[in-house]
């Protein structure tokens, strides 16, 4: 194959195992699938074993349960408890439900009474019941006051207070509604009624609505 240089064609010296391409740029020529570019020559690429070549036929990849190291491909070992995992990212393994990494080691959690294991992998994998919180490693019963009620929350007391009262310490108070007031939107605390005005604890007319 010839290519032109300023006004004359010189041929391309192809290596073996190459082909031509088509393009005007470039060493007009590419390696072939399973072979690289070394030198201005095409070499096979070396795959070590538990490896296969990649799609694109430039580069290798791991089997399953195997990672890269260096040139190699060595296994992945899979702890008691632990079942490997696509990607060639982190430790290759993830432990099984119950179970939760710690080094490299699946370690059964410890689920404290009242309490229930979840599907997060992370922090302690496990969750109280309701009408408990966590309290470092244990399953506390939440004190709900008279005229409150239960509250899914992660902080906080878990607790509110019925409509008409508010929370004051761990007691639910009842809100106390001066004349022409009534509860706002909270249910908690209360506003005027029109044309009042909130002043000094009770509803009250200004002067220039008298």
């Not at 969750?127 to 244990?138: E, L």
């Not at 899914?152 to 207070?161: D, H, L, M, R, T």
């Amino acid at each position: 194959m010839d290519t032109t240089v300023n006004e004359g064609c010189v041929a391309i010296t192809m290596p073996a195992n190459s082909y031509a391409t088509s393009t005007s740029y470039g060493k007009g020529w590419e390696c072939q699938w399973g072979y690289r570019e070394v030198d201005a020559t095409c070499e096979p690429i070396p795959v070590p074993s538990h490896a296969y070549l990649d799609a694109f036929g430039r580069d290798w990849q791991c089997d399953r349960g195997y990672r890269k190291s260096d040139e190699s491909c060595v296994a992945i070992d899979v702890p008691p408890h632990g079942y490997l995992v696509d990607g060639s990212y982190g430790s290759g393994w993830k432990c099984e439900r119950g179970y939760n990494a710690t080094n490299d080691a699946c370690v059964a959690i410890k689920v404290p009474e009242h309490g229930y294991l979840t599907d997060s992998s992370f922090e302690s994998g496990w969750s109280c019941d309701r009408g408990y919180k966590a309290n470092d490693r244990s399953c506390v019963a939440i004190v709900v006051p008279a005229n409150g009620y239960l509250v899914e929350s992660s902080y906080g007391p878990s607790w509110k207070c019925d409509r008409g009262y508010q929370a004051m310490g761990d007691s639910c108070v009842r809100v106390n509604t001066p004349q022409n007031a009534h509860l706002d939107y909270t249910g908690s605390d209360w506003d005027c009624n029109r044309p009042y005005r909130k002043q000094n604890g009770k509803c009250l007319l200004t002067n220039d609505q008298q």
